[in-house]
């Protein structure tokens, strides 16, 4: 059973950093693609930044080109998002999702990890 576990949020005030993680339960070479989603109150989950297992790219939102960054290490099977200057509009629920294409199509989710941004 595949399994993420998020975690890394908190409370930070205006142009802060936080860091956060995602653990998979298996090698993170098993996914096709692994992205960070957020979702704020009353709205919908929105892609942060995404990449492609094996590509060279990462691709993100608009909003926070130039302040995130999403890294992975194998070794560790986790994924990371770094996110600094933040802002208020930040404030949302992170989510990792990780899936699979090809010979099965699945999605996994992580439970999501609150970060919240003071002004």
């Known amino acids: 059973q595949v399994q993420l576990v998020e975690s890394g949020g908190g409370l930070v005030r205006a142009g802060g950093s936080l860091r956060l993680s995602c653990a998979a339960s298996?090698?993170?070479?098993?996914?096709?693609?692994i992205g960070w989603y957020r979702q704020a109150p009353a709205k919908q989950r929105e892609l942060v930044a995404g990449?492609?297992?094996?590509?060279?790219?990462?691709n993100y939102a608009d909003s926070v080109k130039g302040r995130f960054t999403m890294s992975r290490d194998n070794a560790q099977n986790t994924v990371y998002l770094q996110m600094n200057s933040l802002k208020p509009e930040d404030t949302a629920v992170y989510y990792c999702?990780?899936?699979?294409?090809?010979?099965?199509?699945?999605?996994?989710w992580g439970q999501g990890t609150q970060v919240t941004v003071s002004s």
């Open positions: 298996v090698s993170t070479s098993t996914f096709t693609s």
């Open positions: 990449l492609v297992v094996g590509g060279s790219t990462t």
């Open positions: 999702k990780a899936s699979i294409r090809g010979w099965t199509n699945r999605d996994y």
